[in-house]
């Protein structure tokens, strides 16, 4: 059974940082991409980083230069770096794993940003 579960989340002033990761089931392939995704309430998921199986990093434009994407060597766990926490941060993020339409998601865990 493929299980991607989050943790790190939790409640920081703006300014702060966190760090996500995801721990990632080994019969994930290798070759799948590995994201994170965010909601806010009220709003869309959107996709804030992804990683791909060669090592490319993609970001969207309101975490580009805040956020990093990783992941550790074995592959067994995705990252997410969160620097200079604003208080539109705060949502539920979720790790993604998708590949030519194949896609798995994990639970999401709750970051909140606030004074």
């Given amino acids: 059974q493929v299980q991607l579960v989050e ?15 995801c721990a990632v089931s080994r019969n994930v ?3 799948y991409t590995k994201a994170w995704y965010r909601q806010a309430p009220g709003k ?7 990683l791909t199986s060669t090592g490319a990093t993609n970001y969207g434009d309101r975490v580009r230069g805040r956020f990093t994407i990783s ?3 074995v592959g ?6 969160m620097n200079s ?9 979720y790790c993604n ?6 896609e798995y998601w994990g639970k999401g865990t709750l970051v909140t940003v606030s004074s």
Avoid: C, W
Wanted: glycine share 10%; aromatic share 6%; proline share 6%.
């Fill in 7 to 21: 943790s790190g989340g939790g409640s920081v002033h703006p300014g702060e940082s966190l760090r996500l990761s």
């Fill in 29 to 31: 392939p290798s070759i």
């Fill in 71 to 73: 992941r550790d060597s």
């Fill in 44 to 50: 869309e998921r959107e996709e804030v980083a992804s």
């Fill in 85 to 93: 926490l604003k208080p539109e941060d705060t949502a539920v993020y």
């Fill in 76 to 81: 067994d766990t995705l990252y997410l770096q």
């Fill in 97 to 102: 794993a998708n590949f030519r339409g194949m």
